[in-house]
């Protein structure tokens, strides 16, 4: 199969429509809300933390040939549970039964709130039915991963973007007004800000995940590693870019629309208030369909990440079997469980989102230290031992072990950045600069060099 520019434009419509779901359409108006005047100032850190980071964890898990190999340069123990604890976090424990609620609960139920009382059987009945047609759906695009091009890129991005695109197209013929003064948390720090609103959306999780996804859609067209890699990079830069002009258009709406929305509670009621406002009755039909396909592409992406790691890991089982599993515990949690799933599925997430944001840096380093696993698994298990204690408080069973007195996180509290919430960084830094230093001088000595190892050199566990 020959590979061309139209197969080039929807590889990259797939790419970005895999990752923009439910919290990408809920952060950028709200961002846009809370910054009024500082949008670009926070908008720009958004960016990089939200868009650019997540494509290069794509990128990452070509150049290491799937996201296995890449985590195996840490360990090979490390990779399976690494991998398997965010494939259960960004699955079926967390993402999608969320992704698969939300068209409901952001944008059907606020319609009927009135009449029908949360919990009461009549919500639950209504919450069944949708998510029954939703997860049948989505399994059944989920069944054929070679198949994924076609039905997300061709048809639902193009879909997706026409939407948002048409909204913020109206909203230059009907402005809403000026931006305002930004709140405060937006007005004190807004480069910190904007960054960590990126940041939550967790998106670098997922990303090191879609890596595989791509691999096996570029797999296709029996391309060469380097044109597969190449092709990966071009198609992630383009991914990024439309998430970056999709955000910016939310963020812009969102910026805009506190002149006649003041107050907002969630990006999603901003996206119903201006969508009624700009196009009238027609409007109230936008923001179901957007949450709608957004979520579903979303999802039909994370069941086959899932469902092909698990796949490869243990092949006595076969990839449907994994994924009628997945599906089926991710629809019970989507209509039963997922309250009380959060509260342990988003401190997993926390905990593992920055030792995967180190991954993806040390293989973007890679031209200059190789793939030396004493370097790997010194920064990553420092960061991995920082994000754990200074997530900990917030697992509902740990709250009164591990509280802010505790010397463990009170000793994690005093270091740079921690109020910020990023304590992890600078350990991590500090410790690639020595690990890195320390395997120079003695690499050296053994007359050797860093770059000499073409393949993990693995030590024991």
Known sequence: ?????????????????????????????????????????????????????????????????????????????????????????IGPL??????????????????????????????????????????????????????????????MSPILIGLIVTLFVASLFKPMGDYQVPAQIYSANPVVRGFLDGYETLDVTAAITYGT????????????????????????????LLLGVIYLM????GAMSVNLFPNPSNGAAILRNVSYYLLG???????????????????????????????????KISYNQYLIAITIVSYVLANYGLSKILEYS???LLILYPPALVLICLVLVQKWIGKDVVIYKSVVYVTLIVSTISTLPMVPLLKLIFTKNNFLVAAINMLPLAKEGLPWLVPAFITFVVATVSRVIYLKSQNKTLLEFDKEEILPE
Do not use: W
């Open 281 to 315: 009755d027609i409007g109230l039909v936008f923001i179901p369909v957007i949450f709608s396909i957004a979520c579903f592409s979303v999802v039909v992406a994370l069941l086959i990440s899932c469902s092909k790691f698990f796949h490869d890991l243990y092949n």
């Open 213 to 240: 996804v791509i691999l096996v859609i570029f797999k296709q067209f029996n391309l060469k590693e380097e044109k597969t890699i190449k092709l990966t990079i071009l198609t992630g830069m383009c991914a990024c």
């Open 94 to 155: 967390l993402a999608i039964p969320r992704n698969a609620s939300v068209p409901f609960e952001m944008t059907i139920y606020p319609l009927i709130s009135d009449t029908v009382q949360k919990g009461s059987l009549h919500y639950h009945l209504l919450l069944g039915g949708v998510t029954t047609v939703f997860f049948i759906a989505a399994f059944y695009f989920a069944k054929n991963p070679n198949k994924l091009v076609q039905r997300l890129g061709k048809i």
């Open 1 to 89: 199969m020959n590979f061309t520019k139209k197969d080039f434009i929807y590889i990259s419509l797939t790419l970005f429509s895999m990752f923009f779901g439910a919290g990408n359409l809920i952060f950028p108006p709200m961002l846009g809300a809370n910054s009024g005047t500082n949008l670009l100032l926070v908008f720009i850190p958004f960016f990089i933390s939200a868009a650019i980071f997540p494509i290069l964890g794509v990128v990452a898990v070509s150049k290491s040939k799937g996201l296995r190999n890449l985590c195996e340069r840490v360990s090979p123990r490390f990779a399976v549970f690494f991998i398997t604890f965010i494939l259960l976090a």
């Open 250 to 253: 939310s963020a812009h709406l």
């Open 346 to 348: 988003i401190p997993v």
